[in-house]
């Protein structure tokens, strides 16, 4: 027997095989977005059935000025974004912001440098005007550095992306965010709402197969990156709208009794027919929820900015 302790590169091969010898197997939903991933969550993001796009969108292209009088910052201000994507929604709240003059600076915030750059691309593009200073690196290291400035801000944290975070993680998260805010800064937090069941449920279990293809990714990724021989064929996808706690769960799981084998893990995996892996967790909020959380947090909620059909909302919460 190898006795050696392994040590494996990559956080990645790691968290596999920490979830997939788990005794409810599970991998995180932050490994979706390789290359592939992102491409196929382009996908997603056109599909009539998820409405959370085109929701944030009309809110930011329709209600941007009211966002801005509703910050009362007088003079210079910034705006920090957390994972802004390809920026087309957020590029609704900026032109609204310079057609009013207002003076900002636009600080988005990423990790990748490749991700940076494109985003510049598209803001630049559409808007030569803007002042824009981005910044490459680990959110929390950046904000400190933004926190000692006198400048008010406002961050933004869009997308409903929050609600792929279990409740103490969001909590957490959330946290670190307030800890780099001084008193009078804002926050504006997308959050996907709870309505209908069946509209959320469509949403996630899409009839085109895009989602189950989003979750079958990450099965290719482990083959790839982790030198693994996964069937794919052989898992199906199934996800799951509890509107008792608005949550929607997502699961590959297994078709047949099966193992798999990594090369970098240097270990074999076994599947019981049905078998599940966790993937996702899509929270849905109520009203009520964001009050409590904002709360717990020592924030206020100024304003809930709600799309035409009340489906989502830019939550706007003041330090
Ligand atoms: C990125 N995030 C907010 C999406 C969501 O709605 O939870 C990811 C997604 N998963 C399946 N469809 C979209």
């Known amino acids: 027997m190898n006795t050696t302790p392994q040590i494996y590169t990559t956080a990645f091969a790691e968290d596999v095989l920490e979830g997939l010898t788990a005794k409810k197997k599970h991998l995180s939903s932050k490994y979706f977005y390789d290359d592939n991933g992102s491409h196929i969550f382009q ?3 056109k599909m009539p059935e998820y409405y959370p796009t085109n929701c944030e969108f009309e809110i ?3 209600q941007s000025e009211q966002i801005l009088e509703r910050l009362e910052f007088k003079g210079k201000f910034n705006i920090v974004e957390f994972g802004s994507g390809d920026g087309t929604k ?3 709240l900026l032109q609204a ?3 009013k003059n207002a003076d900002f600076t636009y600080m988005p915030i990423d990790i990748s440098e490749e991700a940076i750059l494109i985003l510049e691309e598209n803001i630049l593009t559409s808007l030569p005007e803007i002042k824009m200073q981005s910044k490459i690196g680990d959110y929390f290291e950046v904000i400190k550095d933004i926190s000692k400035e006198n400048t008010p801000n406002l961050f933004l944290f869009l997308g409903g992306n929050i609600g792929n975070y279990k409740k103490e993680d969001a909590f957490d998260l959330l946290q670190k965010f307030a800890s780099g805010m001084k008193k009078g800064d804002k926050l ?3 959050i996907d709402l709870q309505k209908s069941p069946r509209i959320i449920q469509k949403a996630y279990d899409d009839p085109h197969g ?3 293809a989003f979750n079958i990714n990450l099965l290719h990724r482990i083959n790839r990156e982790l030198d693994a021989d996964i069937d794919v064929s052989q898992f199906d996808f199934y996800c799951h709208y509890n509107p008792e706690n608005g949550e929607v769960n997502s699961y590959l799981y297994s078709l047949a009794k099966q193992r798999f084998y990594s090369r970098v893990l240097n270990n074999s995996f076994t599947f019981q027919k049905d078998e599940t892996i966790w993937t996702e967790l899509s929270k849905k909020y109520s009203f009520i929820e964001i009050e409590e959380l904002a709360e717990h947090l ?3 909620v100024l304003e809930n900015f709600l799309d035409s ?5 830019d939550s706007l919460w003041e330090k």
């Open 43 to 45: 996908q997603i993001m």
């Open 60 to 62: 930011l292209s329709e």
């Open 90 to 92: 957020t590029k609704q």
């Open 97 to 99: 912001f310079l057609n």
């Open 188 to 190: 504006l937090l997308g």
């Open 210 to 212: 895009i989602t189950k």
């Open 298 to 300: 020592d924030f206020k």
């Open 309 to 313: 059909k009340q489906y989502f909302t």
